[in-house]
């Protein structure tokens, strides 16, 4: 805070002098007591509120022409004077300040224990269920090619299908060939890619992350948020095994009462292809609001993996020197993802996915 402007009676010569021998010893009374180089350097020399501009735009507003160049001369003085105080307070180092005493009669810092986000503990609790399968964990980037993301999962240049997943593009990638271009990967499917190119069946993997979507934030849709993803491959893997494993899964995550239904669906990587309904956690599958009465929740989608998949990634190991692994005559194998927010919503009853994020305390609470 800058206090009051001091008046100047005239603008006489021995008026001025006056005035500024008294800022000047405004100045050095302050650079003696002074204990904060920075806070001395805003107060007088701050562009719009320090002391130095303020004076003399009150000062020089009023004066006669003939005043303005020895009130010129005066502020050059003042300020180079401010300055040279400046250099030797930086130059001088400070004094230690006395160290306080620890006052034991304060109440202690109390430590609150971190918990497991509620988003983060469901897809490990998803996670868990196909582990006790034997299924093992597999990550991949955020950031992935086109190639891994689309072209190779059967999404082929300009295929509709592309435009039910709105992508986000990391700019600047026009000039590379299109399945090179990166972008931020729309599901954790090409994982299910990177994994068959390194390894040959068998394989069973549940893959938990990221995803990220052109989505505007609503009620139900985030443009970030989480998958859990699994694929298992291996000779005379059927239909039968899809169902059974997530069925299993479905009664594992939410209790044994569940029951699951399949209903035909189309995803450009697996063929058949369903969608995964479950009966009402909330009604025992009777009918109720959450269910919009119809006694099922519609939580994950899944399929036979296409053998259009199998021969992109046969193709790429080939191209990387690797032996072919996948001839669809003797290898099957399904797929499926879910939502974890999805889930985490309907085990805990929550209904705005943004509170997941928000960090507010009051609702995190609640999972401890
Ligand atoms: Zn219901």
């Given at each position: 805070?800058?206090?009051?402007?001091p008046q100047?009676?005239?603008?006489?010569e021995?008026?001025?002098?006056?005035a500024?021998?008294?800022?000047?010893?405004?100045?050095?009374?302050?650079?003696?007591?002074?204990?904060?180089?920075?806070?001395?350097?805003?107060?007088?020399?701050?562009?719009?509120?320090?002391?130095?501009?303020?004076?003399?735009?009150?000062?020089?507003?009023?004066?006669?022409?003939?005043?303005?160049?020895?009130l010129?001369?005066?502020?050059?003085q003042?300020?180079?004077?401010?300055?040279?105080?400046?250099?030797?307070?930086?130059?001088?180092?400070?004094?230690?300040?006395?160290?306080?005493?620890?006052?034991?009669?304060?109440?202690?810092?109390?430590?609150?224990?971190?918990?497991?986000?509620?988003?983060?503990?469901?897809m490990?609790?998803?996670?868990?269920?196909?582990?006790?399968?034997g299924?093992?964990?597999?990550?991949?980037?955020?950031?992935?090619?086109?190639?891994?993301?689309?072209?190779?999962?059967?999404?082929?240049?300009?295929?509709?299908?592309?435009?039910?997943?709105?992508?986000?593009?990391?700019?600047?990638?026009?000039?590379?060939?299109?399945r090179?271009?990166?972008?931020?990967?729309t599901?954790?499917?090409?994982?299910?890619i990177?994994?068959?190119?390194?390894?040959?069946?068998?394989?069973?993997?549940?893959?938990?992350?990221?995803?990220?979507?052109?989505?505007?934030?609503?009620?139900?849709?985030?443009?970030?948020f989480?998958?859990?993803?699994?694929?298992?491959?291996?000779?005379?893997?059927?239909?039968?095994?899809?169902?059974?494993?997530?069925?299993?899964?479905?009664?594992?995550l939410?209790?044994?009462?569940?029951?699951?239904?399949?209903?035909?669906?189309f995803?450009?990587?697996?063929?058949?292809?369903?969608?995964?309904?479950?009966?009402?956690?909330?009604?025992?599958?009777?009918?109720?609001?959450?269910?919009?009465?119809?006694?099922?929740?519609?939580?994950?989608?899944?399929?036979?993996?296409?053998?259009?998949?199998?021969?992109?990634?046969?193709?790429?190991?080939?191209?990387?020197?690797?032996?072919?692994?996948?001839?669809?005559?003797?290898?099957?194998?399904?797929?499926?993802?879910?939502?974890?927010?999805?889930?985490?919503?309907?085990?805990?009853?929550?209904?705005?996915?943004?509170?997941?994020?928000?960090g507010?305390?009051r609702?995190?609470?609640?999972?401890?």
């Amino acid at each position: 805070m800058n206090e009051d402007i001091p008046q100047l009676p005239s603008y006489d010569e021995s008026s001025l002098d006056a005035a500024f021998a008294t800022l000047a010893e405004e100045v050095r009374g302050e650079t003696t007591s002074r204990v904060d180089v920075e806070a001395f350097r805003l107060r007088w020399l701050g562009r719009k509120q320090g002391r130095l501009k303020l004076v003399s735009d009150a000062w020089l507003k009023n004066a006669p022409a003939e005043a303005r160049k020895p009130l010129g001369m005066r502020f050059n003085q003042l300020k180079q004077q401010i300055e040279v105080a400046l250099e030797q307070a930086i130059a001088t180092p400070a004094k230690p300040t006395t160290k306080a005493g620890i006052d034991i009669t304060l109440p202690g810092s109390v430590c609150v224990p971190g918990i497991e986000h509620p988003l983060l503990k469901t897809m490990n609790e998803v996670v868990a269920v196909f582990h006790d399968l034997g299924y093992s964990t597999a990550l991949g980037p955020q950031v992935e090619s086109d190639f891994y993301n689309f072209e190779a999962l059967n999404f082929p240049p300009n295929h509709p299908a592309r435009d039910t997943q709105d992508t986000l593009v990391v700019a600047g990638q026009q000039a590379k060939p299109s399945r090179d271009r990166l972008l931020m990967r729309t599901h954790t499917s090409p994982v299910q890619i990177r994994t068959m190119i390194a390894e040959a069946p068998p394989i069973r993997i549940v893959v938990p992350g990221k995803v990220h979507r052109n989505d505007a934030a609503d009620a139900t849709h985030s443009p970030v948020f989480h998958q859990v993803e699994g694929l298992c491959v291996d000779t005379n893997i059927t239909f039968s095994d899809l169902k059974g494993t997530l069925d299993h899964a479905m009664k594992a995550l939410f209790g044994s009462d569940v029951k699951t239904r399949f209903f035909p669906s189309f995803f450009p990587f697996t063929e058949p292809s369903a969608d995964v309904q479950i009966s009402c956690i909330f009604c025992g599958g009777k009918g109720c609001r959450k269910c919009k009465h119809s006694g099922w929740i519609e939580l994950l989608g899944c399929g036979m993996v296409d053998p259009a998949v199998f021969a992109a990634v046969d193709e790429q190991r080939v191209a990387m020197g690797k032996p072919t692994a996948y001839d669809p005559a003797k290898v099957t194998g399904f797929a499926f993802g879910m939502g974890v927010e999805r889930i985490a919503m309907i085990l805990h009853g929550v209904s705005e996915i943004g509170q997941f994020y928000s960090g507010d305390m009051r609702f995190l609470e609640q999972f401890a």
